[in-house]
């Protein structure tokens, strides 16, 4: 029976640790401390997810990354004891699906992992491509930073705190930017309601997003209001 989870691991203490609680949860886990007899089982016997750390001997979690994303289908979440930010965007590139910042708090990490366990994976032929700007998971648009797993935004490498629902308003509009929605389109994308054209949610959460975006509010570029059309994002503008 396939594992559910391979945890990459140096710190025997954590890795016991983490496997006792897993376990408990039912989980079939393994534990490897190399990161290079790491690559060779993940790709002869993959598991449903990986748990790898960054900081390994000899091979570290990134080379490992690295070496498996195009041949395992599956979930990679990352543990780092950097604050780094760099540190965590460079795992994200390589491929990771997540990852969380040590100390590990083992109740978030299990929600971590049934989070990315309970979504689609992909098929055992699907060619998994490392996470990079413009894909699906993290939007450039110049010093614009959208990553849409983590529900941040940075703007100028400054984090912008936004809602979850102006995250997702922001993520919607921002994928499909130079396109205009009415708001109609738009409370549709947050919650699926239909717009009965009193509604003032999106103009409200359209004027906080200009706000929190230093787009200036009597005059936007960024976030633009097309007359009698709706709004759309400009990505030249950032």
């Known amino acids: 029976m396939p594992l559910d989870i391979i945890f990459v691991e140096d710190d025997q203490k954590l890795a016991s640790l983490l496997m006792d609680y897993f376990q408990g949860f039912g989980f079939s886990v393994a534990v490897i401390s190399s990161g290079k007899l790491a690559v060779t089982q993940i790709i002869e016997q993959p598991p449903a997810m990986v748990v790898l750390d960054l900081m390994l001997p000899q091979l570290d979690g990134l080379s490992v990354c690295r070496a498996i994303r195009d041949k395992y289908a599956g979930k990679i979440l990352m543990l780092t004891a950097s604050s780094d930010d760099m540190d965590q965007v460079a795992a994200l590139e390589m491929g990771a699906d997540d990852f969380v910042q040590k100390p590990i708090q083992p109740r978030v990490l299990l929600a971590r992992i049934r989070m990315l366990l309970r979504r689609t994976a992909p098929s055992s032929t699907t060619q998994v491509q490392p996470t990079a700007p413009?894909?699906?998971?993290?939007?450039t648009l110049g010093q614009l930073w959208i990553h849409k797993t983590l529900q941040c935004c940075k703007l100028a490498d400054h984090v912008v705190a936004l809602t979850p629902s102006e995250f997702s308003l922001l993520w919607h509009l921002a994928s499909h930017s130079d396109?205009?929605?009415?708001?109609?389109?738009?409370?549709?994308?947050?919650?699926?309601?239909?717009?009965?054209?009193?509604?003032?949610?999106?103009d409200n959460k359209i004027a906080q997003l200009r706000k929190k975006l230093g787009d200036n509010a009597n005059r936007p570029q960024g976030i633009i209001t097309v007359r009698g059309k709706g709004y759309m994002l400009v990505p030249d503008f950032w």
Do not use: A, P
């Open 179 to 202: 396109t205009v929605f009415s708001r109609e389109d738009l409370l549709k994308s947050l919650n699926g309601l239909d717009y009965d054209g009193l509604d003032r949610r999106i």
């Open 134 to 139: 413009g894909s699906d998971k993290i939007i």
